[in-house]
C-alpha cells in the first residue's frame, strides 16, 4: 500500500470514529478542509507539517500515525464527548497504547442483549435490570466486579474537561479513565455503566457521540441510542437492584422515606438514582396505577410518546394520568433525602487504582526513556 494511500486510510479512520466531516477535522487541526479532503482522495502530496497539525488536533500521537507498520486501531467510543473532550481522550488513548502490555488481559463475560427491532423502552429496561440482578448477585458492586477480573482504571482529576468515564479497548486489553472531579455518587454511577459496555459492546462497533437529552421522552429507542440507553439502566439497577425498588414503590404515593433513604445509603448512591429507578419501575408495572381508573389508557404508542407523564386535558385527545408517577412529582417526593455519603468509599477504591497501575509499569520501566516515563506520569497523573 502506498504512503497516501495508508495516510487516507488512517486519517479516514480517525474522522470515522469521531464521527465528523472533513471541515470539522480541519477547523480542529487548523487548516482548510481542502487539505483535509486531499489527504482523503489521495491526491495530496505528503507534507509533515501538516500531517503532524492534524495529529495534533486529533490529540493523536504523530509518529505512530505516520511511521507505525501497522496502525492499531483500539475501540474508543467517544460517547456524548464534545472536540475537546475528543482530543483529552485520545492522549489518554496515546498513553494507553505505550503502556499496554503492562497491563493484564481482561477475561470479562461476553454478554448480548437479546435484540427487537422495535427497541421499546420497557423492553429495554426489563432486560438491563434482569442483566443487572444476576452480575450484581455475583459482583455485590461496581468495584467487586473491576476487582474481580482485575480491569485497570485510570483515574484522572479533569476540571477542564467535561466527561464522566470511556473505555479504551485493544485486542484483550481494556481500561476505563475515570473522571475523579465528579461527586462520588457519580462517579461509582460510571462505573457501572462502563461495566456495561465491557460486557455488552466490546466485540461490536458502538455507536459515538449518541446524545440522549430526556430518558424520559420515549416509548421508542433508536437502535444507535440502545447500547448507551441500555448501560444507563443497567447501571441504574446494578446500583439498586430491582426488587428493593419494586417494594418501595408499592407505596406509592405514600413513600416510606425512611426505608428510600436506607436503600440510598446501603449501594452508596444519589437519590436521583433512587427516583430514576422508581421512575422506570412505575413505569414498568403501570397497570397497578391505573386498575381503578375511567380512562382509555394504553401503555405505549404515539400518545405515550412523552415518557414524563406530564399531565394534558382531554382537549387534546390524551387520557387521564395519576400526577404522582409524574417524574417530577418523584423527585419531589424525595427532595428531602441525603445522598449517600459512603460513597466517598470510591476514592479509596480509586487510589487503590493508581498504585496498581503505577506498580505495574515500574515492572517495565526498563523499556520506557525517562522522558516518555516523564510523559506518563504527567498525563496519568501519577507518581513514577
Known amino acids: 500500500m502506498g504512503i497516501r494511500k495508508e495516510i487516507a486510510s488512517r486519517l479516514s479512520y480517525e474522522i470515522d470514529r469521531r464521527n465528523i466531516s472533513a471541515n470539522q477535522a480541519g477547523n480542529l487541526a487548523c487548516?482548510?478542509?481542502?487539505?483535509?479532503?486531499?489527504?482523503?482522495?489521495?491526491?495530496?502530496?505528503?507534507?509533515?507539517?501538516?500531517?503532524?497539525?492534524?495529529?495534533?488536533?486529533?490529540?493523536?500521537?504523530?509518529?505512530?500515525?505516520?511511521?507505525?507498520?501497522?496502525?492499531?486501531?483500539?475501540?474508543?467510543?467517544?460517547?456524548?464527548?464534545?472536540?475537546?473532550?475528543?482530543?483529552?481522550?485520545?492522549?489518554?488513548?496515546?498513553?494507553?497504547?505505550?503502556?499496554?502490555?503492562?497491563?493484564?488481559?481482561?477475561?470479562?463475560?461476553?454478554?448480548?442483549?437479546?435484540?427487537?427491532k422495535r427497541y421499546k423502552r420497557d423492553d429495554i429496561i426489563s432486560e438491563a435490570a434482569?442483566?443487572?440482578?444476576?452480575?450484581?448477585?455475583?459482583?455485590?458492586?461496581?468495584?467487586d466486579f473491576i476487582s474481580c477480573f482485575s480491569i485497570p482504571v485510570l483515574p484522572i482529576k479533569s476540571n477542564h474537561a467535561e466527561f464522566d468515564a470511556f473505555i479504551i479497548n485493544n485486542n484483550k486489553r481494556s481500561a476505563i479513565c475515570i473522571n475523579i472531579s465528579k461527586s462520588p455518587q457519580r462517579i461509582r454511577f460510571s462505573l457501572a455503566h462502563e461495566i456495561a459496555h465491557l460486557l455488552f459492546d466490546m466485540d461490536t462497533e458502538v455507536p459515538i457521540d449518541v446524545f440522549l437529552p430526556n430518558?424520559?421522552?420515549?416509548?421508542?429507542?433508536?437502535?444507535?441510542?440502545?447500547?448507551?440507553?441500555?448501560?444507563?439502566?443497567?447501571?441504574?439497577?446494578?446500583?439498586?437492584?430491582?426488587?428493593?425498588?419494586?417494594?418501595?414503590?408499592?407505596?406509592?404515593?405514600?413513600?416510606?422515606?425512611?426505608?428510600?433513604?436506607?436503600?440510598?445509603?446501603?449501594?452508596?448512591t444519589s437519590k436521583n438514582v433512587l427516583a430514576n429507578a422508581l421512575f422506570d419501575v412505575i413505569n414498568f408495572n403501570k397497570?397497578?396505577?391505573?386498575?381503578?381508573?375511567?380512562?382509555?389508557?394504553?401503555?405505549s404508542g404515539e400518545q405515550f410518546r412523552r415518557m414524563d407523564w406530564e399531565?394534558?386535558?382531554?382537549?387534546?385527545?390524551?387520557?387521564?394520568?395519576?400526577?404522582?408517577?409524574n417524574f417530577e412529582?418523584?423527585?419531589?417526593?424525595?427532595?428531602?433525602?441525603?445522598?449517600?455519603?459512603?460513597?466517598?468509599?470510591?476514592?479509596?477504591?480509586?487510589?487503590?487504582?493508581?498504585?496498581?497501575?503505577?506498580?505495574?509499569?515500574?515492572?517495565?520501566?526498563?523499556?520506557?526513556?525517562?522522558?516518555v516515563l516523564l510523559h506518563i506520569a504527567e498525563v496519568l497523573q501519577l507518581d513514577l
Not at 434482569?130 to 468495584?143: G, L, N, R, T, V
Not at 397497570?287 to 401503555?299: G, L
Not at 386535558?313 to 387520557?319: F, I, L, N, Y
Open 215 to 268: 430518558l424520559y421522552w420515549k416509548s421508542e429507542i433508536r437502535e444507535n441510542e440502545v447500547p448507551e440507553f441500555f448501560a444507563y439502566k443497567f447501571a441504574e439497577f446494578y446500583l439498586l437492584p430491582y426488587d428493593r425498588i419494586y417494594h418501595i414503590s408499592e407505596t406509592m404515593p405514600n413513600l416510606n422515606l425512611q426505608e428510600c433513604q436506607k436503600i440510598i445509603d446501603q449501594y452508596q
Open 31 to 116: 487548516i482548510s478542509d481542502e487539505i483535509i479532503k486531499g489527504y482523503l482522495s489521495e491526491k495530496r502530496e505528503i507534507n509533515f507539517s501538516e500531517i503532524t497539525k492534524i495529529c495534533n488536533g486529533f490529540g493523536i500521537n504523530s509518529v505512530r500515525f505516520i511511521y507505525s507498520e501497522k496502525y492499531p486501531k483500539p475501540k474508543l467510543a467517544f460517547r456524548n464527548l464534545n472536540f475537546n473532550i475528543q482530543k483529552f481522550a485520545s492522549e489518554i488513548e496515546n498513553i494507553f497504547l505505550l503502556i499496554e502490555d503492562c497491563l493484564p488481559l481482561i477475561n470479562t463475560p461476553k454478554l448480548k442483549r437479546f435484540g427487537n
Open 287 to 299: 397497570y397497578r396505577y391505573i386498575q381503578n381508573e375511567e380512562s382509555d389508557y394504553q401503555p
Open 311 to 325: 399531565n394534558k386535558s382531554d382537549a387534546e385527545g390524551c387520557v387521564h394520568r395519576k400526577g404522582y408517577i
Open 329 to 371: 412529582n418523584i423527585k419531589t417526593l424525595i427532595k428531602g433525602l441525603k445522598n449517600s455519603s459512603e460513597a466517598t468509599k470510591v476514592f479509596s477504591f480509586l487510589e487503590d487504582c493508581k498504585q496498581n497501575i503505577t506498580k505495574l509499569i515500574k515492572l517495565k520501566s526498563e523499556y520506557y526513556s525517562d522522558k
Open 130 to 143: 434482569a442483566f443487572a440482578s444476576d452480575i450484581q448477585s455475583k459482583y455485590a458492586s461496581p468495584e
